[in-house]
């Protein structure tokens, strides 16, 4: 089954999916594999996808006491969604196992804004140029956490003060621009802190962490935490409620809905119009 685990890996990079899911996913889909040991993949029904599906919900936690997240399983079953629905599109399997079941979808956690104030308080509690470089690629410059992961030091153009998102979601691509400050305060980090850095693995990646290897989404967020419990904030803020609160900061100070679909990379107005938190007088104006 490793060739076709490999071949999978291949689609979600040619279909533009970030780096977390070309890693993710397929990593899913051999643990569903593992669990059955089929032989053949046109073996698969659909029972043993519930089949599967239950054992999630019964399987402990590694990292923590109690069972796996809503979410988590919930991402179990889009791997195989997207997994049988590339099979078959692309000819290799003549039934879809999964298309005729039904998953109770996760209840979604409310992503409220952060607050001008608050935003502020997490800047004044960066104590050095790395710290502050993560709150303007994620607050400032909207970055998703695959986006941050994916940024190479090719990507910033410091006097020209643009950001260039290569692969966003969709395999999109867009240019972020940047304030003044924002530039100079990457190009202080890049320039006083990354170039002394060893890169040990990829020596493109703009940010590093403490072993010199590209940064995690998971390495993006422990700073993030940090910088939470010295300003005193709630410790379930996470990299996208910036993403969020920048979003609702701008349209509140006069950006278009357009531009601000064109700043986070989204296809569509509806998905921006939804994804900013507004007050009544700004959807007056709308």
């Not at 977390?20 to 990593?27: D, E, I, K, T």
């Not at 409310?110 to 502020?120: C, F, G, T, Y």
Request: glycine share 6%.
């Amino acid at each position: 089954m490793m060739p076709l685990i490999t071949d999978f890996k291949a689609y979600l990079s040619q279909a533009g999916y970030g780096q977390s899911s070309q890693s993710m996913l397929p990593a899913m889909l051999a643990d569903f594999l593992s669990y059955h040991n089929l032989s053949e993949i046109n073996q698969t029904t659909p029972h043993h996808i519930s089949q599967y599906h239950q054992h999630l919900q019964e399987r402990p936690n590694k990292h923590q006491e109690g069972g796996l997240s809503e979410s988590y399983i919930h991402h179990h079953v889009f791997a195989l969604k997207v997994f049988f629905n590339w099979l078959e599109e692309s000819g290799q399997l003549a039934h879809n196992p999964i298309s005729a079941l039904k998953f109770t979808q996760p209840g979604k956690k409310s992503r409220e804004p952060l607050s001008p104030e608050a935003v502020q308080q997490l800047f004044a509690a960066a104590k050095n140029l790395k710290e502050r470089a993560v709150l303007h690629l994620f607050y400032s410059c909207g970055l998703r956490r695959s986006e941050g992961h994916a940024l190479n030091t090719k990507d910033i153009h410091f006097k020209q003060q643009l950001l260039y998102v290569r692969s966003g979601k969709g395999a999109k691509r867009r240019a972020v621009p940047m304030p003044a400050q924002v530039a100079a305060d990457l190009e202080n980090y890049y320039r006083q802190q990354r170039i002394y850095q060893v890169a040990r693995n990829d020596e493109s990646a703009f940010m590093l962490n403490k072993l010199g290897n590209r940064m995690h989404g998971q390495g993006y967020q422990k700073i993030l935490k940090e910088l939470i419990v010295r300003a005193g904030l709630p410790e379930a803020i996470t990299l996208h409620h910036l993403r969020h609160s920048i979003t609702t900061h701008l349209l509140e100070n006069g950006m278009t809905v357009e531009l601000l679909r064109q700043f986070l990379g989204h296809s569509f107005l509806e998905t921006t119009q939804i994804y900013a938190k507004v007050s009544k007088q700004q959807i007056l104006k709308l």
